[in-house]
């Protein structure tokens, strides 16, 4: 988000109660997992707390009401855009929906910046998911209204890895003293590389399991030496299952591989079975960001340690309340 104040915002100083248009969120883009400290993510789980109960109360409120979302996606998706859809829609605002920019002014050639600064011209706040790293913030550079990152190439994917990271807190009680095993797709999967890069505000342990070809980046793994988090690069599940606290599993990202033979080579690579889960703690917790494709079997669900289908639930009140703070109505 630039600096500019438009014309038409001179005229909000009397504001209604329940406005917080000087909370540290307010007006803000959301690119990276960076911009967040400790009690950051504390005041955002409190709110997402709260939209969990407004939700099992009322199932929707009027929060949000006359505001309106730009769902732009030039990438599939399924949970991410519709858990926005849900959020912005059980706060009584409204969805502007671009998942298909086939049939959008994008396939006439018309740039980022441009989409963009259409958009905010009738919605209040833009979620943007590009093929590009570096796309969010190309994209918050131009707009004058809140960016919120939902996913950039093989770059980072931060409201995931917020929901991720309140999935652990929720499910496990605690964040610091954890060791997290990240497994699967560590070069091309962005969740892994938001959620690496947040963990570092905790006190915890990580592994990496992956093919040779699939390894966390270097760059990666140089930042998160630099904040001092102990990390460790296997090949093999078993070396680092018993110790592990939470099992992150990610798929092979086909989408990203240029040589389409290689990802045939790595498909089935690693997988979680029953078999696997009898060797892992019994106070544990299995996610995935999801699509699943392969990666964990089926079976693996009715085991109440699998935590990836609530893991989806808690990232509708963890949006819900990103929607809110940005908006300024938290
Ligand atoms: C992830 C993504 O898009 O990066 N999906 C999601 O947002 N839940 C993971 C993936 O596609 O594998």
Redesign the pocket.
């Given at each position: 988000m630039t600096s500019f104040t438009p014309p038409l915002r001179g005229n909000n100083r009397h504001l209604p109660f329940g406005d917080q248009q000087d909370s540290a969120f307010y007006g803000k883009d959301i690119i990276s997992v960076k911009q967040f400290d400790r009690k950051q993510l504390e005041y955002i789980f409190g709110v997402a707390h709260e939209m969990y109960e407004m939700v099992a109360r009322v199932g929707s409120f009027d929060l949000l009401k006359g505001k309106i979302l730009a769902n732009l996606f030039y990438?599939p998706?399924t949970?991410?855009s519709s858990s926005f859809t849900s959020a912005m829609e059980r706060l009584g605002g409204s969805v502007i929906p671009i998942n298909n920019v086939k049939f959008s002014s994008v396939t006439k050639g018309e740039s980022l910046p441009d989409t963009v600064r259409t958009l905010e011209a009738y919605a209040d706040v833009i979620v943007l998911?590009h093929p590009e790293v570096g796309s969010a913030a190309l994209a918050a550079k131009y707009a004058r209204k809140p960016v919120i990152n939902?996913?950039d190439g093989t770059g980072e994917?931060p409201t995931?890895a917020l929901l991720d990271l309140f999935t652990i807190q929720e499910e496990l009680g605690r964040v610091d003293g954890l060791t997290v095993t990240m497994m699967g797709d560590l070069k091309y999967?962005?969740?892994v590389h938001s959620l690496a890069r947040l963990l570092t505000l905790f006190d915890i342990k990580l592994n990496y399991v992956s093919p040779k070809l699939l390894q966390m980046p270097s760059e990666i793994i140089d930042e998160i030496s630099q904040s001092g988090t102990e990390q460790s690069s296997h090949n093999d599940l078993n070396t680092v299952l018993p110790e592990t606290d939470v099992l992150y599993v990610?798929?092979v990202?086909k989408e990203r591989f240029e040589d389409t033979a290689q990802h045939e080579t790595l498909k089935g690579s690693y997988v979680v079975t029953t078999e696997t889960m009898t060797q892992a703690k019994e106070e544990m917790v299995v996610m995935h960001?999801?699509?699943r494709v392969w990666e964990i079997d089926m079976a693996v669900d009715d085991d109440p340690r699998a935590a990836y289908f609530r893991q989806m639930e808690y990232g509708l009140y963890i949006r819900m309340a990103l929607l809110a703070m940005v908006l300024g109505k938290s």
């Open positions: 990438e998706s949970r991410t998911r939902a996913g994917h995931q999967g962005r969740t990610t798929r990202q960001p999801l699509p």
